[in-house]
């Protein structure tokens, strides 16, 4: 049972555009919501964060907007930049000390 | 303060074969967690370990082992290695496992096998 489905699998974006990569997850349990970037021979990193108390998280040109009735959330990038060409997961986890469950991640190419 | 490193970055081993991977957390982490990353499976969780504890384990064969020493550095261990083993083994640290914000991950270890 896939735990969270990320969406969409790769994604195309114009510079300057807004890229928006969507994930949902079944288990009301989880209250931690990471999103990691991952550049192509690098481990991923963590980008940013939110939790269930709050709707929107804004960090610089990154923000995650979460929609807790509908058990989805998502991680909007402004301005999109080549630079931000690179791979990013979601993440699901219980702050009780479960384990960090990632989607299949989205392959995001910027194009100048 | 240095980062998580994983030792070797690169391995070539042939089927039957075992394989022992290191990390070594970033200092003060207690924490260690492994994933096995592969283009069709995405990252896989495989195990956790906390105060030389497993704290939890995922879906994997018992052919995957691990432990983590008092100095919070950890191993896994592959067993009669299998085509479908090749992956990018990634290892992640962090304070202790509550403090997710902290979890930062290691470069990786590339295992091919032949």
């Known amino acids: 049972q896939q735990q969270v489905k990320q969406s969409p699998q790769s994604l195309i974006v114009q510079k300057g555009g807004i890229s928006i990569i969507n994930c949902a997850y079944e288990n009301t349990a989880f209250d931690y919501f990471p999103w990691y970037q991952q550049f192509p021979g690098k481990g991923p990193a963590l980008l940013i964060a939110i939790r269930p108390d709050v709707s929107e998280k804004k960090e610089g040109r990154f923000t995650i907007s979460f929609n807790k009735s509908a058990k989805q959330f998502s991680l909007h990038i402004m301005d999109s930049q080549p630079g931000d060409s690179a791979t990013y997961f979601c993440g699901v986890k219980k702050s009780s000390g479960d384990k960090l469950t990632f989607g299949t991640g989205t392959r995001l190419a910027v194009r100048p | 303060k240095a980062g998580v490193t994983q030792t070797p970055r690169y391995l070539i081993k042939t089927r039957g074969q075992q394989v022992t991977l290191s990390c070594s957390p970033i200092s003060g982490h207690r924490s260690v967690s492994w994933y096995q990353q592969t283009p069709g499976q995405g990252l896989q969780f495989l195990f956790e370990?906390?105060?030389?504890?497993?704290?939890n384990k995922g879906n994997f064969p018992g052919r995957f082992s691990g432990r983590q020493f008092s100095n919070s550095r950890s191993e896994m261990n592959v067993s009669t290695l299998e085509l479908g083993d090749s992956a990018l083994y990634l290892c992640?640290?962090?304070?202790?496992?509550?403090?997710?914000?902290?979890?930062?991950f290691g470069p990786g270890t590339r295992l091919t096998v032949l």
């Open positions: 992640a640290s962090s304070l202790n496992p509550w403090n997710t914000d902290t979890q930062y």
């Open positions: 370990y906390f105060s030389e504890t497993q704290r």
